[in-house]
C-alpha cells in the first residue's frame, strides 16, 4: 500500500514537472503603444467656462437703493460666460474668444504579461499635453483687456494587474487595476486688465450699470505678464478596463479606457503684482492630473 502510494506521488510530481514548461510557454508577452486623449484636463472646465477664480481681494458694492450693502470678491480668473454676455451686452464695444476647457493628447508605451489562464500584468508610461481648449481672450474697441492661456503635462507610469476572458479565439477583453506613480501640473499665463476697463467707462461717463457692473470686480492692480505654475508628485490608485483583437500571427489591436485617480495639492508663487496681491505670494490650489483616458493602440507578441 505505502509502495503504490509513493509510486502515485512520483507520478504526480512528475506530470507536474513536465506541465510547467509548458505554463511558461504559453504565458504571452507583449510590447505595446497607444494614443488617445483625455478631456476636462485638470478638472479646470468649470473655472475656465462658468466659475471662475475668485481673487482674495474685495470691491464695495452697493445694493438696488443705492446704499452701500458690503463687499464682493473680485475675479483673478474670468469666466468665459460672463465675458461672452458682456460682449452681446455692449454693442460690440468688447469682443471675446472663447475655447472652453482643455483636451489633451495622451502617448502611451508598455509592457504586458499574461500569467495563468486568465490574468495579466503591465506596466505603462503616459504622457499627456494639451493640445486645444483652455484660451480665452477678451478686447476693449479693439485692445486685449484680458488673455489666459492654459497649459497642461502629466506623466503616469501605472502597474496593474488584471483578468483577461477570451471570447474568441481571436479576441478578449479585461479589466485592471493598480497603483501609478504621477508627476505634473497645469500653468496660467497672461493679463487681466478688467479693472483698466471699468475705470475707462467711468471716466467716459458710461451709466449703464449692467455693463458696470458686469466689469467693476476684476483685479486691482491688474494682473500683467502673469505666469503661475504648478507642479505635483505623489502615487495613487487607478483602473482600467479594454478589449483586444488579432490582426495578425504576432499583433493585436486594442482599446481600452483606464481612469487614473491622480490629486495633490499644489503650490505656486504668481509673478504678477495683480496676481500676488489678488491670490498670495505662494497659493495652494488642488491639482487634479487624474481622469480618463480613452486610447487605440497596438500589441506584439514577443
Known amino acids: 500500500m505505502e509502495n ?47 466659475d471662475g477664480l475668485d481673487s482674495s481681494s474685495n470691491y464695495a458694492t452697493t445694493d438696488s437703493t443705492g446704499t452701500q450693502n ?35 493628447l495622451t502617448l502611451s508605451l508598455g509592457y504586458e504579461q499574461d500569467f495563468g489562464k486568465a490574468f495579466f500584468w503591465r506596466v505603462n508610461a503616459h504622457y499627456t499635453r494639451k493640445i486645444m481648449g483652455g484660451d480665452t481672450e477678451a478686447k476693449f474697441a479693439g485692445q486685449s483687456f484680458y488673455h489666459m ?16 476572458l477570451s471570447v474568441s ?5 479585461y479589466i485592471g487595476a493598480g497603483l501609478h506613480y504621477f508627476k505634473g501640473g497645469w500653468s496660467l499665463a497672461g493679463h487681466n486688465r478688467l479693472s483698466d476697463v ?11 450699470t449692467t455693463v458696470l457692473g458686469l466689469v467693476s470686480d476684476g483685479t486691482d492692480p491688474s494682473a500683467v505678464w502673469e505666469n503661475t505654475k504648478f507642479n505635483v508628485s505623489g502615487i495613487a490608485p487607478n483602473w482600467l478596463i479594454g478589449a ?23 503650490i505656486a508663487h504668481p509673478r504678477s503684482e495683480g496676481g500676488i496681491a489678488g491670490l498670495a505670494p505662494s497659493v495652494a490650489y488642488p491639482q487634479v492630473l487624474g481622469g480618463t483616458q480613452y486610447r487605440f493602440g ?5
Open 4 to 50: 503504490t502510494m509513493i509510486q502515485a506521488a512520483k507520478r504526480t510530481i512528475a506530470t507536474f514537472l513536465l506541465l510547467i514548461p509548458g505554463v511558461f510557454l504559453e504565458a504571452k508577452t507583449y510590447l505595446m503603444g497607444s494614443a488617445g486623449l483625455q478631456f476636462d484636463l485638470g478638472a479646470l472646465g468649470s473655472t475656465i467656462s462658468t
Open 70 to 104: 458690503g463687499v464682493l470678491p473680485r475675479l483673478a480668473v474670468i469666466p468665459e460666460n460672463r465675458l461672452l454676455t458682456l460682449q452681446h451686452s455692449s454693442n460690440g464695444l468688447i469682443s471675446t474668444k472663447t475655447n472652453g476647457g482643455m483636451t489633451g
Open 149 to 164: 492661456t492654459w497649459d497642461y503635462n502629466a506623466i503616469q507610469v501605472p502597474v496593474n494587474i488584471g483578468i483577461k
Open 169 to 173: 479565439e481571436d479576441a478578449a477583453v
Open 198 to 208: 471699468h475705470q475707462a467707462l467711468v471716466d467716459a461717463n458710461i451709466t449703464d
Open 244 to 266: 483586444q483583437a488579432r490582426i495578425s500571427d504576432k499583433g493585436h489591436i486594442y482599446m481600452e479606457m483606464e481612469t487614473l485617480f491622480s490629486f495633490q495639492y499644489g
Open 298 to 302: 497596438y500589441k506584439h507578441e514577443i
